[in-house]
């Protein structure tokens, strides 16, 4: 019989602004992003959060998306060096989604940009040590610039009633914001970031809170306007991020693999002319070509219950093409669907598989492409 396993919380994993009324909200599992706590699940299960998400509004506290603050006259400079992805057009006001790549053209991290000035970037990072990163080719590229971890934590309102909720705290000027672009607005007497963005499928908004002291504040101030929207604590939630092809680092891929199996093409153009870490690897692997590649499964039998665990994919029930890195039972598409790295001769959408679930069990599936179709 398995025994209850704790979390010991040492001060090496830190807790958030909002992590008391995330407790008070009745949080029943925590896990650890950049060495902060970031809340996993309520009260509810994760079918009953899927649809209050895709119906409603929900408030998630998402501090564990750290920011790298790079400033200073090679702010650009720096910044474009660690990105296959151009930001010579950047807009102040602007989210860029990015891949960070290492000399190999391995990811290490695939985090949004956030251009706050013409030499003052955020970079909202995934769960890898992107500040580090930074700093080291900053130092030996000998950049003037200054590279922090700002009083930043971040505060997402996701659901199809959240413009409607931030309106009626923020005003008018909220439906102003286009998708991945901020502005900026007066909180309690500060001047707060305001994204339009969110680590789901629904519309949704992210609050860049500076300052420790105000997040309490917050909190209270949208979950008591909430209350007229139905709104709820909730988390990113895996059944709404895998439906929407969101990729998860860590869990979906790593540095060993590249951005093209990632599918992010778009943002590396095997041509590009600036230079970054990592090009010369990336133009071979864009000249020779990938062996494998993330695509959709959809696969049949029970539901699915998330699992900590890949699954192995079969073709033939013997030759293994891949493995399920995220997988859930979609309760909307009343199928099992799951993210897979699935090797280059399989990729096409129509080939049957199969997949070996945590029971033991072969279940019959096909590949499909991403995001699945409503």
């Given at each position: 019989?398995?025994?209850?396993?704790?979390?010991?919380?040492?001060?090496?994993?830190?807790?958030?602004?909002?992590?008391?009324?995330?407790?008070?909200?009745?949080?029943?599992?925590?896990?650890?992003?950049?060495?902060?706590?970031?809340?996993?699940g309520?009260?509810?299960?994760?079918?009953?959060?899927?649809?209050?998400?895709?119906?409603?509004?929900?408030?998630?506290?998402?501090?564990?998306?750290?920011?790298?603050?790079?400033?200073?006259?090679?702010?650009?400079?720096?910044?474009?060096?660690?990105?296959p992805?151009?930001?010579?057009?950047?807009?102040?006001g602007?989210?860029?989604?990015?891949?960070?790549?290492d000399?190999?053209?391995?990811?290490?991290?695939?985090?949004?940009?956030?251009?706050?000035?013409?030499?003052?970037?955020w970079?909202?990072?995934?769960?890898?040590?992107?500040?580090?990163?930074?700093?080291?080719?900053?130092?030996?590229?000998?950049?003037?610039?200054?590279?922090?971890?700002?009083?930043?934590?971040?505060?997402?309102?996701?659901?199809?009633?959240?413009?409607?909720?931030?309106?009626?705290?923020?005003?008018?000027?909220?439906?102003?914001?286009?998708?991945?672009?901020?502005?900026?607005?007066?909180?309690?007497?500060?001047?707060?970031?305001?994204?339009?963005?969110?680590?789901?499928?629904?519309?949704?908004?992210?609050?860049?809170?500076?300052?420790?002291?105000?997040?309490?504040?917050?909190?209270?101030?949208?979950?008591?306007?909430?209350?007229?929207?139905?709104?709820?604590?909730?988390?990113?939630?895996?059944?709404?991020?895998?439906e929407?092809?969101?990729?998860?680092?860590?869990?979906?891929?790593?540095?060993?693999?590249?951005?093209?199996?990632?599918?992010?093409?778009?943002?590396?153009?095997?041509?590009?002319i600036?230079?970054?870490?990592?090009?010369?690897?990336?133009?071979?692997?864009?000249?020779?070509?990938?062996?494998?590649?993330?695509?959709g499964?959809?696969?049949?039998?029970?539901?699915?219950?998330?699992?900590?665990?890949?699954?192995?994919?079969?073709?033939?029930?013997?030759?293994?093409?891949?493995?399920?890195?995220?997988?859930?039972?979609?309760?909307?598409?009343?199928?099992?669907?799951?993210?897979?790295?699935?090797?280059?001769?399989?990729?096409?959408?129509?080939?049957?598989?199969?997949?070996?679930?945590?029971?033991?069990?072969?279940?019959?599936g096909?590949v499909?492409?991403?995001?699945?179709?409503?």
């Open positions: 019989m398995k025994k209850n396993i704790k979390l010991n919380m040492s001060r090496r994993i830190r807790r958030t602004p909002y992590t008391n009324k995330v407790e008070q909200c009745g949080v029943s599992d925590f896990t650890v992003v950049n060495h902060m706590l970031l809340p996993k309520y009260k509810n299960s994760i079918e009953e959060d899927y649809w209050h998400l895709r119906s409603h509004v929900q408030i998630w506290d998402v501090s564990c998306q750290r920011q790298v603050q790079v400033s200073g006259p090679d702010a650009f400079k720096l910044v474009q060096k660690i990105t992805r151009s930001i010579k057009d950047m807009k102040i602007k989210c860029f989604y990015i891949p960070i790549i000399e190999n053209a391995g990811m290490i991290n695939d985090p949004v940009l956030l251009k706050l000035d013409e030499d003052m970037f970079i909202s990072i995934a769960d890898s040590d992107i500040l580090l990163w930074a700093k080291g080719i900053a130092l030996g590229s000998n950049f003037n610039v200054k590279i922090i971890e700002p009083d930043v934590y971040p505060l997402a309102i996701q659901g199809p009633k959240a413009e409607s909720l931030m309106t009626s705290i923020f005003g008018e000027e909220i439906k102003k914001i286009r998708f991945f672009n901020f502005k900026i607005f007066n909180f309690l007497g500060t001047k707060q970031i305001i994204a339009r963005s969110g680590y789901s499928k629904q519309d949704g908004f992210e609050i860049y809170l500076k300052g420790f002291e105000m997040g309490e504040k917050l909190w209270d101030v949208i979950f008591n306007a909430g209350k007229e929207y139905n709104i709820s604590p909730g988390c990113p939630n895996l059944i709404d991020r895998v929407a092809g969101l990729l998860s680092y860590g869990n979906d891929f790593t540095k060993e693999n590249n951005p093209f199996e990632c599918n992010l093409e778009k943002y590396c153009n095997g041509n590009s600036h230079d970054f870490i990592g090009k010369d690897a990336l133009r071979k692997i864009h000249s020779e070509g990938i062996k494998q590649k993330i695509k499964i959809i696969f049949d039998g029970d539901p699915c219950k998330p699992t900590g665990k890949a699954l192995p994919v079969f073709v033939n029930k013997n030759v293994k093409i891949g493995q399920v890195t995220s997988g859930v039972y979609s309760p909307r598409l009343k199928k099992n669907v799951g993210l897979s790295m699935i090797l280059k001769d399989y990729w096409d959408e129509g080939q049957k598989l199969q997949v070996e679930t945590s029971d033991g069990n072969m279940r019959n096909i499909t492409s991403l995001p699945f179709s409503e």
